[in-house]
């Protein structure tokens, strides 16, 4: 009778009522009583919580609105809100039970909180001399092969225009890599890279419009634009 008389108490003190109210609550059909206990009848942070709500209820029983009084309260101190770990299935009075965030998450992009968007129109600047620069690589190769002087000039044309479009590609490819908080690494590395050196190739090739090394210069800046902007669109879609 002794032993029977303990059990009863051990599995009064979990008080199921209040376990399947949280379950209605949060609609959480498989939660136990290590929501709100460490070992019946023992409580931890969460469940302590709980009965203090409670109390400050003053309510003779558990509610849904006593839960939810407490949703937005760290019980665990873990730095994740009662009702934040409950939706995701930890535990809310246990630290060492949290959400994880996975390093691979690329930073949320909200483009349209602000006049001018987080991308600062980079994606649509970069085109420009993107486009300019292989067409530019393309009219210097059709002048070589047709012996044709008018080819070159509108290559080296191209170019120059190219060139000047770079500037605010630059300007508004490091604003957009600040304000949507990249870290400079993977992809985002590799494409500045290319970048950088596209463009350098295509300064340099300007220099060498007259002389024989245009050719292979620009030949060079075009393929790397290319590249380049592979990667950048890497990382915008995957």
């Given at each position: 009778?002794?032993?029977?008389?303990?059990?009863?108490?051990?599995?009064?003190?979990?008080?199921?009522?209040?376990?399947?109210?949280?379950?209605?609550?949060?609609?959480?059909?498989?939660?136990?009583?290590?929501?709100?206990?460490?070992?019946?009848?023992?409580?931890?942070?969460?469940?302590?919580?709980?009965?203090?709500?409670?109390?400050?209820?003053?309510?003779?029983?558990?509610?849904?609105?006593?839960?939810?009084?407490?949703?937005?309260?760290?019980?665990?101190?873990?730095?994740?809100?009662?009702?934040?770990?409950?939706?995701?299935?930890?535990?809310?009075?246990?630290?060492?039970?949290?959400?994880?965030?996975?390093?691979?998450?690329?930073?949320?992009?909200?483009?349209?909180?602000?006049?001018?968007?987080?991308?600062?129109?980079?994606?649509?600047?970069?085109?420009?001399?993107?486009?300019?620069?292989?067409?530019?690589?393309?009219?210097?190769?059709?002048?070589?092969?047709?012996?044709?002087?008018?080819?070159?000039?509108?290559?080296?044309?191209?170019?120059?225009?190219?060139?000047?479009?770079?500037?605010?590609?630059?300007?508004?490819?490091?604003?957009?890599?600040?304000?949507?908080?990249?870290?400079?690494?993977?992809?985002l590395l590799i494409h500045l890279i290319l970048a950088s050196l596209s463009i350098l190739s295509g300064l340099a090739a300007y220099f060498q419009r007259e002389k024989p090394a245009y050719l292979l210069l620009i030949a060079a800046s075009g393929i790397l634009v290319l590249i380049a902007g592979h990667?950048?669109?890497?990382?915008?879609?995957?």
């Open positions: 009778m002794l032993c029977v008389l303990v059990c009863t108490s051990v599995l009064a003190s979990a008080n199921p009522k209040i376990l399947e109210k949280f379950k209605e609550t949060y609609g959480k059909p498989k939660a136990d009583c290590t929501v709100c206990h460490t070992q019946p009848p023992k409580r931890n942070e969460y469940g302590k919580a709980v009965e203090g709500a409670l109390d400050q209820s003053g309510a003779n029983e558990i509610t849904a609105q006593v839960f939810q009084s407490i949703e937005k309260s760290d019980a665990d101190g873990d730095g994740i809100s009662n009702g934040d770990e409950i939706k995701v299935d930890t535990m809310p009075g246990d630290a060492k039970s949290k959400p994880v965030q996975k390093a691979t998450e690329t930073p949320k992009k909200d483009e349209g909180s602000d006049l001018i968007p987080k991308h600062s129109l980079h994606p649509a600047i970069i085109h420009f001399p993107i486009a300019l620069l292989a067409v530019a690589a393309l009219l210097q190769v059709f002048s070589v092969r047709k012996s044709d002087e008018i080819y070159h000039k509108a290559s080296v044309i191209n170019l120059a225009i190219a060139l000047i479009c770079s500037i605010g590609a630059i300007i508004s490819g490091i604003a957009a890599w600040l304000r949507l908080g990249y870290v400079l690494e993977g992809n990667f950048g669109g890497t990382m915008v879609y995957g």
